[in-house]
């Protein structure tokens, strides 16, 4: 079972770039890594998912070195709407259920 | 919108109710999930189904039923809850089960009394 590793919060100012760090040191061959936000009373909402080196979309791009053992989540530009709990998945969708855990993810919090 | 709606969007019931919540996915996916998600908890997996069969049950007390009638319709019902079981109850759905691309509702908060 790949343990993610998180920090509990970050602050950033509107406009700049944020990098939110997953430390995944037991992940597996065929494990996927997969990043969410939440905002409070909400559902989760998907963000991006990667396997190896780099992924972008309209939203972030995400970040994985050879190893595999960390992901960095990165956000351009940030507005006070991204205020949020951003989480890292780390697992096999073939896998069981049971590995599908968010954990406490990270609460970012942009100031003016 | 996510294309995943849940009712109600909120609930308040007493311990010896019954109630049922709803879940609808407009997007054609398998697989459904319930979540569980208390006041500073992790989310926590209750069911999944995959093509109508449940394929997943974490430990969760009988007091919480799930139906899936169809792949588009999710229901958890409820019964003789206790006032720990208020939370926000998630529902989303996925391609296929399990996956980690998965598309959530909006929750129903539940205050148990």
């Known amino acids: 079972l790949a343990k993610t590793t998180q920090p509990i919060s970050m602050d950033s100012y509107e406009g700049q770039e944020v990098n939110i760090t997953c430390s995944h040191n037991n992940i597996a061959t065929n494990d996927y890594i997969t990043w969410y936000q939440q905002f409070p009373s909400q559902g989760p909402r998907f963000i991006i998912q990667g396997y190896k080196t780099k992924v972008t979309n309209e939203v972030a791009s995400l970040f994985i070195p050879a190893d595999r053992k960390s992901s960095t989540l990165s956000l351009p530009r940030v507005s006070l709407s991204d205020t949020a709990v951003y989480y890292c998945l780390v697992g096999d969708s073939y896998g069981s259920a049971r590995q599908l855990t968010f954990g406490s993810g990270t609460q970012l919090t942009v100031l003016p | 919108e996510t294309g995943v709606t849940q009712t109600p969007r909120h609930l308040v019931m007493g311990m010896t109710n019954k109630k049922s919540l709803k879940c609808e996915q407009h997007?054609?996916?398998?697989?459904m999930y319930w979540y569980k998600q208390s006041a500073k908890k992790p989310l926590e997996l209750m069911f999944v189904?995959?093509?109508?069969?449940?394929?997943e049950n974490n430990s969760v007390p009988s007091r919480f039923s799930p139906e899936c009638p169809n792949s588009s319709h999710l229901f958890l019902h409820l019964h003789t809850l206790q006032p720990e079981d208020s939370a926000l109850y998630l529902c989303?759905?996925?391609?296929?089960?399990?996956?980690?691309?998965?598309?959530f509702g909006p929750g129903t908060r539940l205050t148990v009394t």
């Open positions: 189904y995959s093509l109508e069969e449940r394929v």
């Open positions: 997007l054609g996916h398998n697989a």
């Open positions: 989303a759905s996925s391609q296929v089960a399990v996956s980690y691309e998965q598309y």
